[in-house]
Nanobody, 124 residues
Framework: QVQLVESGGGLGQAGGSLSLSCAAS????????MGWYRQAPGKERELVAV???????NYADSVKGRFTISRDSALNTMYLQMNNLKPEDTAVYYC??????????????????WGQGTQVTVST
């Protein structure tokens, strides 16, 4: 079907920058919307940013003007550039993809897939 591999993240400083990427692989046929979610300790998972197949974007108010979501459709990869980081950005970040896949010469889905999550920690 579709597998998602996230990379990037780690430890950053307040005011600094980090970047994330999410690559889709497997029997990918078509990728529709892609998005980044995050979950801080003790909190519910929340939407950070989403990008449509036509590259229209939408952001949570808390990250507008600081984060930029983008995608490379040829590489089936999505990115999140995070600038002017704040301690409250600390969370596990998950990529989310709505996609179809090939099976027996037919497209199946679409289904929603999640990445394994990557930790982002912002220190003061």
């Amino acid at each position: 079907q579709v597998q998602l591999v996230e990379s990037g993240g780690g430890l950053g400083q307040a005011g600094g920058s980090l970047s994330l990427s999410c690559a889709a692989s497997g029997s990918v046929a078509r990728i529709n919307a892609m998005g980044w979610y995050r979950q801080a300790p003790g909190k519910e998972r929340e939407l950070v940013a989403v990008i449509s197949s036509g590259s229209s974007t939408n952001y949570a108010d808390s990250v507008k003007g600081r984060f930029t979501i983008s995608r490379d459709s040829a590489l089936n990869t999505m990115y999140l550039q995070m600038n002017n980081l704040k301690p409250e950005d600390t969370a596990v970040y998950y990529c989310n993809v709505n996609a179809t896949y090939w099976s027996n010469y037919r497209q199946r889905g679409p289904y929603t897939y999640w990445g394994q999550g990557t930790q982002v920690t912002v220190s003061t």
